[in-house]
Nanobody, 126 residues
């Protein structure tokens, strides 16, 4: 069983930056593709970014491409999401998630991920 814990959310003005962290435990971190998703009230959970087990390949939603950067430190069992040039529409609860590298599935689909954190609130004021 893998446990995930996000941190780093908060309130920031439009144009500002935040760095989210997701610390993991209870599993072999390098066995998992990691993803970030976000959700606002009344909406489906939305894919943000993902990174493969080695960190060598990343993929982003069009809405964040060029502004957000996902990275991971396999020695520290942690995945990060650097968010720059934040916009009010980025306001959401952000979740990190883990998907087995051996499991077939669309890496942009929340249903492909086995483990989830509790989420961290990001609020961007205009």
């Amino acid at each position: 069983q893998v446990q995930l814990a996000e941190s780093g959310g908060g309130l920031v003005q439009a144009g500002g930056s935040l760095r989210l962290s997701c610390a993991t435990s209870g599993g072999t971190f390098s066995n998992y593709r990691m993803g970030w998703f976000r959700q606002t009230p009344g909406k489906e959970r939305e894919f943000v970014a993902t990174i493969i087990w080695s960190g060598g390949r990343t993929y982003y939603a069009d809405s964040v491409k060029g502004r957000f950067t996902i990275s991971r430190d396999n020695a520290e069992n942690t995945v990060y999401l650097q968010m720059n040039s934040l916009k009010p529409e980025d306001t959401a609860v952000y979740y990190c998630a883990a998907k087995s590298r051996y499991r077939v599935g669309d890496f942009a689909a929340s249903t492909a991920y086995m483990y989830w954190g509790q989420g961290t609130q990001v609020t961007v004021s205009s």
